[in-house]
């Protein structure tokens, strides 16, 4: 049976972190202009402190904060409410990005601006717990994860194996009580892998990702051989193609030798794959595509878990001069004549042309392509949103 997953949208840091601190004043208010320059996907984070005195109707160890338009006193609810349940004198941090914050100093859609003029936040510690700190770290990204909790506990996902007995793919619990639901492989021939379906953020596609990453749990196998286990020294192996097509057992699409070691049994492990030698522009331009992920092994018995598709920190979207192509005016233009493919996120090809300067988008739909060129035999990948 296919099986296709709900899919958790998450958001991880990138790795040019910084911060820097959002004044505010005595009373919490905080001006838009003070972070208006930030990028709308960059972090925030407020942190209330809980303080060692408390109001007796509260309880020990609790305060209470809203987060408001500044000034606003109007009929309609605060936009955010924020409960510090910590130990007295703890941190209780609450996170936003740029964008959802600026969201909050809004009603009806439109920013606020009070009776002496004023547009920003304001932030109201109460009943115990004092405003600490508001600081403003690195840009976040979208990714995808698979995590199984969605399913049904005995779900079974599709396969790609020479014969329809060499693997079960079965939802189950996680052995270890930690993860929740995962899936379970057992396999019993060479070159069977389980396999489901991915959807990506709308307007993303595998060329906006950087990487695989994932969980994998292994337990003994009934008849392992010690001298040559499976989770000793494997390379970890993937598919990925068009919804609904054929993969060859034999023939991934990429993996990364030895990317199991010497590892433990009945512990989980976190291991990643990158997708920089991802080159099949036909596959880069996919948003919802199928994909298979394991072990060639004829003794397997294990888990996975959390398989989460991390976008890049940037890309090359828009109108900028990207080596030999540039993007501007629905035209795309080369600096020196060559051959070029464009690609909808669906890996549909709608262009092909050779030994031209320029191509014209005017009969394209808006939408979000991926554009492969060959100048003097070097191949440049970029993605355009028209």
Not at 15 to 40: H, M, W
Not at 214 to 224: A, H, L, Q, S, T
Not at 278 to 285: F, I, M, Q
Request: with cysteine.
């Amino acid at each position: 049976m296919k099986k296709t997953l709900l899919i958790t949208f998450a958001l991880f840091l990138s790795f040019n972190f910084f911060a820097q601190n959002i004044p505010f004043d005595q009373y919490g208010n905080v001006k838009l202009s003070d972070f208006e320059n930030y990028a709308d996907n960059q972090k925030i984070t407020v942190t209330l402190t809980v303080s060692t005195t408390v109001k007796p109707e509260v309880g020990p160890g609790w305060g209470l904060g809203t987060i408001k338009p500044i000034n606003y006193s109007g009929a309609a609810s605060y936009n955010f409410i924020c409960i510090a349940a910590s130990p007295e004198g703890a941190p209780n941090a609450y996170e936003f990005t740029i964008a959802e914050f600026k969201n909050l100093a809004k009603v009806g859609g439109e920013y606020y601006i009070d009776q002496y003029d004023q547009k920003g936040l304001t932030i109201n510690a109460y009943n115990g717990a004092t405003l600490t700190s508001i600081i403003v770290g690195s840009a976040i990204v979208p990714s995808t994860s698979l995590n199984f909790e969605e399913s049904t506990l005995g779900d079974i996902f599709s396969k790609i194996s020479w014969a329809a007995g060499d693997i079960t793919s079965t939802v189950e619990n996680d052995p270890a009580g930690i993860h929740g639901k995962s899936l379970h492989v057992i396999a019993t021939n060479y070159n069977a892998y389980p396999k489901m379906t991915v959807t990506l953020p709308d307007g993303k596609s595998l060329a906006d990702m950087e990487k695989i990453t994932f969980n994998i749990y292994f337990k003994v196998f009934d008849g392992e051989t010690a001298s040559y286990p499976q989770n000793k020294f494997k390379k970890i192996e993937y598919f990925i193609g068009t919804k609904g097509g054929t993969f060859t057992p034999n023939a991934p699409t990429g993996g990364v030798n030895n990317l199991i070691a010497d590892e433990a049994n009945d512990t989980w492990l976190s291991k990643e794959i990158s997708l920089t030698d991802l080159t099949d522009v036909s596959l880069l331009a996919l948003n919802s595509f199928d994909l298979a992920l394991g072990i060639s092994h004829n003794k397997c018995n294990y888990y996975l878990d959390n398989i989460t598709f991390q976008a890049k920190i940037s890309t090359s979207i828009g109108k900028a001069t990207t080596g030999e192509m540039y993007f501007s005016n629905n035209t795309l233009y080369l600096n020196t004549p060559g051959a070029v493919q464009v690609y909808d996120i669906n890996g549909r090809l709608h262009v092909s042309k050779q030994n031209v300067s320029m191509v014209d988008f005017s009969d394209l739909v808006s939408g979000v392509y991926i554009v492969k060129s060959i100048v003097k035999g070097e191949t440049q990948v970029i993605k355009i949103a028209k």
